[in-house]
């Protein structure tokens, strides 16, 4: 394991010589300042790419994201798909993997940081209705796509979308009952509930969710579903089972990551 700031050239690069497969999983997901999204989602793949081009690495799985398709115009996926076209533009051989909203072990954000605030507080707030669609993918699913696409070194621009869809109120539903949280699920309206993000923002320099995010939550997208448990040999794990294999395993379900 190294740390380093991989928008900075330096003896990291070094790394990949004599390297048969990369995994590209780095990225900029939240946030309040378009400079940080640029730097950790473009530059830093601008650099890697170049240490990747340098020491010949044939094969590369390219973790991109579902945004790339989405109506939704913001920070995060703009500079989504620059990273996506600075990584094809090298001409190694690789396969993009564009998942949905993924949940499981070690979430700091996302469902894991719902789950926590719904197990830590009496309510829960639901912007509008709540019926939003989602087609949230399961993490050890995902992982199980990428070991796969090693294998087999397969290429192209895959959709990993969540197998079920579901309404975000019914989502956090499931959560709640996976985690035995016993918070309140209210609902508040759309502009009040974008309001209060933003006075958060205010003095919350690092906020877990952000007005911006909220807007491409009620954004209307609807993903492409593919055959990928046919097309990687893989399972896709039930929502249910996986929500509860997520928050009920004794081993890791309560290890939160902090970065």
């Not at 072990?105 to 789950?115: P, S, T």
């Not at 209060?196 to 906020?207: I, R, V």
């Not at 952000?210 to 491409?216: F, M, P």
């Amino acid at each position: 394991m190294i740390e380093a700031d991989l928008a900075e050239a330096g003896v990291w690069q070094q790394e990949l010589e004599g390297c048969s497969h990369l995994v590209i999983g780095h990225a900029q997901i939240g946030g309040l300042f378009y400079e940080e999204y640029v730097r950790n989602n473009v530059h830093a793949s601008e650099r890697l790419i170049e240490a990747a081009v340098k020491h010949k690495v044939p094969y590369v799985v390219n973790i991109s994201s579902s945004v790339v398709n989405s109506m939704a115009i913001d920070f995060y996926t703009e500079t989504k798909k620059a990273q996506e076209a600075v990584n094809l533009a090298s001409g190694i051989k690789q396969v993009i993997l564009r998942p949905t909203l993924m949940f499981g072990w070690f979430d700091r954000k996302h469902v894991g940081w719902l789950a926590r605030f719904m197990q830590r507080n009496r309510v829960f707030p639901i912007p509008g209705n709540g019926r939003f669609l989602r087609q949230p993918l399961y993490a050890g699913d995902f992982s199980d796509i990428i070991v796969s696409a090693l294998d087999t070194e397969i290429s192209g621009a895959y959709n990993i979308s969540g197998q079920e869809r579901i309404d975000y109120i019914d989502l956090i539903r499931a959560v709640k009952e996976a985690t035995s949280a016993k918070a309140h699920i209210v609902k508040i309206p759309y502009r009040v509930f974008w309001s209060l993000l933003k006075l958060n923002a205010m003095w919350d320099k690092d906020p877990p969710f952000t007005s911006k995010q909220l807007e491409a939550l009620v954004t209307p997208d609807v993903f492409e579903v593919i055959d990928w448990p046919g097309i990687f040999g893989v399972r896709a794990t039930p929502l249910k089972e996986a929500l509860h294999e997520t928050f009920r395993n004794p081993e890791y379900s309560s290890i939160v990551l902090e970065y």
